[in-house]
């Protein structure tokens, strides 16, 4: 079974600090995703990466960087995290695209 | 540009009924692929099925299956036999084929199954 995991599920930041968001997948997938969701919003695509040091802007990808060194890992960072940023975020990755993507539990931000 | 809308944000049904949740997409695409996700609450959001545009029939999984309506641009999912365990958020998601496999969402629907 294909595995992502997330760093961690809750997390607790203050306003101006940078926080790191850690994503691994066990499948050797090409594609690596981070998206966040909102209520009423579903998720929307912040960046996605198809190899290694790829990148590509999603939808909403303003505050937000990611980092990709190693295939099995995408890191999401909050350069300087603000309350709009609280949220849920999602990693998934994907493997042919036909399959569709498979997700990690989530990490529940919360932006004091 | 692509879009998904799933209008009905909330949901519930009698365990053993069957429920039917909506999705209508906006594309000029012709190839491309439909999704249902399933997340349960607080739990991993998971594939429940889906649906390549080339192909006429309608996709099964088990008590989940798909009505595909491609000129009308329809992907509506139904549940049938509900059981508690398919209380969850449902997504609709839509995938341009030959693309970089980025997923499209709609808002989501809550499905409570009722005992």
């Known amino acids: 079974d294909v595995k992502v995991t997330q760093s961690s599920r809750y997390l607790v930041k203050r306003t101006g600090e940078k926080v790191f968001l850690e994503c691994v997948q066990d499948m050797d997938h090409e594609n690596m995703f981070w998206y966040r969701q909102d209520p009423g919003l579903g998720l929307r695509l912040i960046y996605f990466?198809?190899?290694?040091?790829?990148?590509e802007k999603g939808d909403i990808p303003e505050g937000y960087s990611v980092s990709r060194e190693k295939k099995e890992r995408f890191s999401l960072i909050l350069e300087s995290a603000s309350t709009n940023q609280t949220s849920m975020y999602l990693c998934?990755?994907?493997?042919?695209?036909?399959?569709?993507?498979?997700f990690g539990p989530g990490t529940r931000l919360t932006v004091t | 540009a692509q879009t998904v809308t799933q209008s009905q944000p909330e949901m519930s049904v009698q365990e053993a009924e069957t429920v039917t949740l909506s999705c209508t997409y906006d594309t000029s695409e012709n190839n491309y692929y439909l999704f249902w996700y399933k997340q349960p609450p607080s739990r991993q959001m998971i594939l429940v099925i889906r649906q390549e545009a080339y192909k006429q029939q309608n996709a099964t999984e088990n008590r989940f299956s798909v009505n595909f309506q491609k000129a009308a641009k329809s992907f509506s999912l139904k549940i049938s036999d509900s059981q508690l365990g398919d209380t969850a958020m449902y997504f609709c998601a839509f995938m341009v084929s030959g693309n970089t496999g980025k997923l499209i969402f709609g808002q989501g629907t809550t499905l409570q199954v009722k005992p």
């Open positions: 998934a990755s994907s493997s042919p695209f036909r399959e569709g993507q498979y």
């Open positions: 990466s198809y190899d290694v040091k790829m990148k």
